[in-house]
């Protein structure tokens, strides 16, 4: 979720060593930091973020062709309603999908996301090559909550972070500072 009034920090030293969550190394082998970054708001910490991409890297220009993952860490109680609410609403103000898709999507994403307290981890997880196509997976402390098909979806809900568009352009440059770095 991106809300205004992000605020990134620089933890270099301590997020060079960290290690990739569990769900992340099973379907992502290899996976390395691309960048991290803590969003407030209003003064109020609300998550941290971290972006985990492939040996490969992450082609922002071609979002969806390659896995990676996104990993956020609340500060605070958000009931997940709100979060599937912000996401659909942040995915609509992109343009992305059509009304048809933004609905079935902005369903699927009430019925998983569960309500998130300080410490709670949600990791958005995309698999272009999974089984049945490309899936957006979402793991809950650790826990598989469900996944949403398509890379449409992937595009459109990522793109709340990574898109050169999104509301919050400090926010991705933190997240893409290893994949911009790499190039």
């Known amino acids: 979720m991106v809300w205004p009034g992000f605020v990134p920090r620089a933890r270099a030293s301590a997020e060079a060593s960290r290690r990739a969550p569990a769900c992340v190394v099973r379907a992502l082998p ?18 941290r ?14 979002l969806g062709a390659q896995a990676f993952a996104l990993e956020l ?48 981890t949600l990791v958005g997880l995309y698999v272009p090559d999974a089984r ?17 098909e398509g890379r449409d979806f992937a595009q459109a809900f990522f793109s709340i972070w990574l898109s050169p568009r999104t509301s ?7 997240l893409l500072a290893g994949v911009e770095q790499a190039r």
Request: no cysteine; aromatic share 10%.
């Open 132 to 148: 049945g196509g490309a899936r957006t997976r979402f793991v809950f402390d650790g826990r598989d909550i469900g996944d949403i």
């Open 73 to 120: 860490r609340y500060a605070r109680s958000l009931r997940g309603r709100d979060i599937a609410d912000k996401s659909a609403e942040l995915i609509e103000r992109l343009g992305l999908g059509s009304a048809e898709q933004r609905r079935a999507w902005h369903a699927s994403m009430r019925d998983m996301f569960p309500d998130v307290h300080a410490g709670d």
């Open 30 to 47: 290899g996976a390395r930091l691309s960048g991290s970054a803590e969003l407030r708001w209003w003064g109020l910490d609300i998550y």
């Open 49 to 62: 973020a971290w972006l985990w991409v492939g040996p490969s890297g992450l082609d922002t220009n071609r």
């Open 168 to 174: 919050e352009p400090a926010l991705r440059q933190a």
